[in-house]
């Protein structure tokens, strides 16, 4: 065998040696990334999006420095937690558009949003993240902005809806039962309904709407104290921020 077809068998072997640790350190990132996300996953609908980031790491059986290397920012991290959230929602507001009338398809949107808030800490900050307009805009937000906004209009035209109601109240909307959930979670879990039905019929054309439909049953005194008392003791136990310099 002649030096040059050596040398071409050693490079070749040598390729095949370095790419199957390759092969193994790609596969090895993808599991600390699933595993990153289950955890975070996990924590944010626990105890929110605010959550140190060691918990995350430390449930998912990884250094801090593995987090980073995958997720540079806190951003990043609960955009990948909740792609398929985000997705699910986005569908939802698809198949609203095709609602008997836009007023019951934007009505069952935001009603869904705040449902999911209820059921995940976490969600609705990644909404709220997700509605106005960042930098780069990943196309599943671009597609949720465009099936709201379409409502909205629609709903507008059809003299359903308030003509001064804008995209940007639905954020505001879940920003208030965010604040609300925070407060009763436990002690009144659905009180955010009510405050929910009080502000969708605020946001209808007056007079375009038959007889109101019920309330939601308002929460009782002693859960709305429990409530008081369990905040009142979660601000105890936070710590206090830090004065200002100088």
Request: with cysteine.
């Amino acid at each position: 065998m002649s030096s040059q077809h050596q040398e071409s068998g050693a490079e070749s072997a040598g390729a095949a040696a370095g790419a199957a640790p390759s092969r193994a350190l790609r596969a090895d990132a993808e599991r600390n990334r699933a595993r990153l996300v289950e955890a975070a996953r996990s924590v944010f609908a626990e105890t929110g999006v605010d959550s140190p980031l060691e918990n995350i790491a430390e449930r998912a059986g990884v250094g801090i420095a593995t987090l980073y290397r995958r997720f540079p920012t806190r951003e990043e991290l609960i955009a990948a937690t909740y792609e398929a959230k985000m997705a699910e929602i986005t569908d939802f507001t698809e198949e609203a558009l095709h609602a008997p009338d836009a007023w019951t398809g934007l009505r069952d949107c935001i009603e869904r949003f705040c449902a999911m808030q209820s059921e995940n800490r976490g969600f609705s900050s990644a909404v709220i993240m997700a509605l106005p307009v960042p930098a780069v805009v990943p196309p599943h937000r671009e597609r949720l902005r465009t099936n709201l906004a379409a409502l909205i209009e629609r709903a507008q035209e059809e003299g359903s809806l308030r003509d001064d109601f804008v995209l940007e109240d639905i954020t505001l909307l879940m920003m208030a039962t965010g604040g609300i959930l925070r407060v009763t979670r436990e002690a009144a879990p659905h009180a955010w309904r009510r405050l929910l039905a009080y502000q969708l019929e605020a946001f209808r054309t007056p007079g375009s709407a038959g007889p109101a439909d019920p309330l939601p049953t308002a929460p009782t005194a002693m859960q709305l104290r429990r409530a008081a008392e369990a905040h009142r003791a979660r601000l105890r136990q936070s710590p206090p921020a830090s004065s200002p310099v100088g």
